[in-house]
């Protein structure tokens, strides 16, 4: 059984679609592909449909990420199909606590925060680099490198019979 991993930050198109496209190249990198679902979504529909903010875009394609998800808004089948459920910064977190229905739901959310390491001297959440300019969107993906690359491990170590060891 695939493990399913869903990022969720506001509008689907800068944050959690970042995540999204750096946790597949780890998975990919690491021959894990199909091991994994990955996917992201936003508490805020107003960007439905959007391929990610070109900003966004531009700078994580100069990383070699090239982003083509399309931005949907969280829906409650969310809970159900996905196994963890990563959360940006602690609106996010809230909005999501308000949707989930039971307790088993509510456990699969956690803070993209606590698996921050490198930075975690200076910051425990991802920024919304929206309203900011180019060391915004930087610094978004080097928090989300950082954290998806120890999220992914502790994924593996959890799940050590499940997910081939390389
Ligand atoms: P994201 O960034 O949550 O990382 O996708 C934002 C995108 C859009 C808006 C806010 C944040 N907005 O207000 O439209």
């Keep these: 059984m695939k493990i399913k991993i869903l990022f969720v930050c506001l509008g689907n198109i800068c944050r959690s679609p970042a995540a999204e496209g750096v946790m597949q190249r780890l998975v990919d990198e690491r021959g ?5 679902e990955i996917d992201s979504a936003g508490t805020y529909s107003g960007h439905h449909g959007q391929l990610p903010d070109p900003r966004m875009r531009q700078h994580a394609s100069r990383r070699g990420y090239n982003l083509t998800h399309r931005a949907r808004p969280i829906k409650r089948a969310d809970f159900e199909h996905f196994n963890i ?3 940006m910064d602690e609106s996010n977190r809230r909005n999501l606590l308000h949707m989930a229905s039971t307790i088993e739901q509510e456990r699969k959310i956690v803070m993209m925060g606590d698996y921050i390491v490198k930075l975690r001297a200076h910051y ?17 993906l080097d928090l989300l490198e950082d954290a ?10 959890k799940n050590k019979k499940n997910i081939p060891q390389s």
Aim: charged content about 25%; glycine content about 6%.
């Design 85 to 87: 459920i990563v959360a």
């Design 32 to 36: 894990l592909a199909s091991c994994f």
């Design 148 to 157: 998806c690359r120890n999220l992914l491990d502790e994924i593996i170590e």
């Design 124 to 140: 425990d959440y991802v920024p919304d680099p929206y309203y900011e300019g180019a060391e915004g969107f930087e610094l978004a």
